[in-house]
């Protein structure tokens, strides 16, 4: 069974960082590229980051371009999100999730979705 | 930037039929998924590419893209289908999500 178990979220002054990870077991981690997904409280889905099986493409959403880093340790079956500069409106409940190819495309889908990580931006 | 609109609420009769429309710019030339969210989970793949469904999902949820929109539909509603749905498509590599009808089952 495919597992994905996000941790590292809690609660962060604005400006300051943290950093995401993701536990990938159930199938072969570096076969496929991987993504994060947000959803501000009460919100809707945001796509924010990408990243390829080998780390060779990397895509972010606007909102989070040049503060968010995104990257992986296929050894480690591990995910990661490095988030810098963090502001209030950065306050979600982060989800990992898998791609079905090894790089995502026009016609990628998220399946499944971790049961995600709270991160809160509060002074 | 890319948009995708969803109408915020639909809402059914146990057993009729719900028409979730999607609406973006040439969406049709686009792929588009689905998911469903209940309330307190995460989200769970409904549809892909248009008018997939993976296995495990039942035969009375499908879908369909052409022009401006994609359409979710659920045939034969049932109470547990009352949940959050979201279309998502792609646009230059960037993950782009609708924003989201609540379906409610009365």
Known sequence: EVQLVESGGGLVQPGRSLRLSCAAS???????????????????????????????????????????????????????????????????????????GSNWGTDSWFDPWGQGTLVTVSS | SYELTQPPSVSVSPGQTASIPCSGDKLGDKYACWYQQKPGQSPVLLIYQDN????????????????????????????????????????SSTGVFGTGTKVTVL
């Open chain 2, 52 to 91: 997939k469904r993976p296995s495990g999902i039942p035969e009375r949820f499908s879908g369909s893209n052409s022009g401006n929109t994609a359409t979710l539909t659920i045939s034969g509603t049932q109470t547990m289908d009352e949940a959050d749905y979201y279309c998502q498509a792609w646009d």
């Open chain 1, 26 to 100: 159930g199938f072969t981690f570096d076969d496929y590229a991987m993504h994060w997904v947000r959803q501000a409280p009460g919100k809707g889905l945001e796509w924010v980051s990408g990243i390829s099986w080998n780390s060779g493409t990397t895509g972010y959403a606007d909102s989070v371009k040049g503060r968010f880093t995104i990257s992986r340790d296929n050894a480690k079956k591990s995910l990661y999100l490095q988030m810098n500069s963090l502001r209030a409106e950065d306050t979600a409940l982060y989800y990992c999730a898998k791609d079905p």
